[in-house]
């Protein structure tokens, strides 16, 4: 019975970590700044909704889902978190390539506005520059991946002037709750999670301040 409520804490830490899995937050991502520009800004036809959402699923999550269900068959990694860090530059490689693919089809598909494609190029640099880092160390890919979103998400939300404290507020204690999870599961020490964090906020924070100042 002692062991029930360890249990249910690492199936919690456990399950927070895959709906938070790095290749599915661009998704969510993408998702929020629909709703928020359709309630906020103007109404989206629904065409746009299908391939803004569906396009990003697809270089962002899809493929280089793909990519890792392959390599992990070929044994080439050993399982789809990448506990290994010296398995992680060529998964790494790979999603860059397909990321790098998103920010052009956010370009020239979806027109998106400046900030947003500046700030999805920011991203796909925050992930070379992981790249490099797990080479010599394992960086959360999961904290660089949430500080991502809750970056790109002020940056929106700066950009525009919306006041959504509520938000900011519900991004940093799911940030928080992912940083405990990541130690609980033994995957992180602190220091790999806060500075995986802190790569992924900085990164989508800065092309935003510069385009706004510009």
């Not at 398995?87 to 998106?112: E, G, M």
């Not at 999805?120 to 660089?144: D, E, G, P, Q």
């Not at 995957?187 to 924070?205: E, I, K, M, R, W």
Request: a positive charge.
């Amino acid at each position: 019975m002692s062991n029930i409520p360890k249990q249910i804490s690492r199936g919690l830490a456990y399950g927070l970590s895959v709906l938070l899995y790095p290749l599915f937050t661009p998704t969510y991502l993408m998702v929020t700044f629909c709703v928020l520009f359709n309630n906020l800004r103007q109404p989206l036809p629904p065409q746009y909704w299908w391939f803004a959402i569906g396009g990003t699923f697809f270089f962002t999550c899809l493929v280089p889902l793909i990519i890792l269900i392959v390599m992990k068959m070929q044994g080439r990694i050993t399982d789809f978190d990448i506990s290994d860090h010296r398995q992680r530059l060529v998964p790494l490689l790979y999603a860059i390539i397909s990321f790098s693919f998103w920010c052009a089809y956010l370009y020239s598909v979806l027109k998106v506005p400046d900030f947003m494609f500046w700030t999805a190029v920011s991203s796909v640099v925050a992930l070379a520059v992981c790249a490099v880092i797990s080479n010599y160390w394992k960086i959360s890919a999961h904290l660089a991946s949430m500080g991502g979103v809750v970056g790109m998400v002020l940056g929106y939300l700066f950009y525009f002037g919306i006041n959504a404290p509520g938000t900011v507020c519900g991004l940093l204690l799911l940030s928080l709750l992912l940083m405990y999870a990541r130690i609980f599961l033994e995957a992180h020490t602190p220091l790999q999670v806060v500075l995986g964090y802190l790569l992924g906020l900085v990164f989508t924070l800065i092309p935003n301040f510069i385009i706004f100042y510009a």
